[in-house]
């Protein structure tokens, strides 16, 4: 295992935090979410460089297992793709990464250094990424209602409302084959999804759980499922973001009936 740390100077980072925590007002940054002050902190990089600023640092990374026709566990591509992370509490843009599905785990690629150079981040440090537009948030140590267990790990951010929240948990499990002159890895989806309901999680893992969850609702959830089995079939997540809305207006319209 080789360990990778950033080359900043404590000292240097210091000089540097300072002079921007005067040169910028507060007020130009009041208010607004870390991912929200890119150009805050895209200056503070270009000033620092981006191969030193704290991020490129944790395991390099090495891929034990061998695919086949283009089958990965990655999401989305096997490619870098550019994100953002908050990293230490910190957020940084424009990063070359990767979301490891099998794993559960963020790889980063370092500028200026290999294509095939990489590092696994810790997850730890991590506390959300944008990846492809899609916002993930890390969730660590919540009960799970319906199956009794603890939840943690990277899980997207579909919908939410004052109501209700809705988590997908991409997931990817590994199939060991046998090919005519050596072995290889197959990765299949186990995707799942989660609700977040009066500061509880519950686990979707059909239209019984979601009856579970509303059982006030139990018709109109069955004539929604029977009305969009097309879209269940073709684009689960429009699916379940659709259901979710649904289920919020009708608990609106429930109480404020007369």
Known sequence: MIIIKNFLPKKIFFVYFIFFAFTFKPSLIKGQTKFQNRNYYNSFDSIVGLNNIGIYEGILYQDKYRGKDGNHKFYKDTDFIKGEIIYKNL?????????????????????????????????????????EKHHFIKITGKFEMFFNKYTSGFYEFLYKNDRLKLFKKNRKIRKERTGEYFGYSVFLDKNEYLIKKEDEYYKIKSKKYLIKLFPNLKKEIKHFYSSNKHLLKSDKDTFMINLIKHISHLIIDSQTAP
Do not use: T
Request: proline share 10%.
């Open 91 to 131: 957020p940084f843009y424009n990063i070359e990464m990767k979301y490891d599905l099998f794993n559960d785990i963020i790889i980063v690629h370092p500028p200026s250094q290999s294509q095939f150079y990489a590092i696994q981040l810790p997850n730890e440090k991590i506390d959300e990424f944008i990846i």
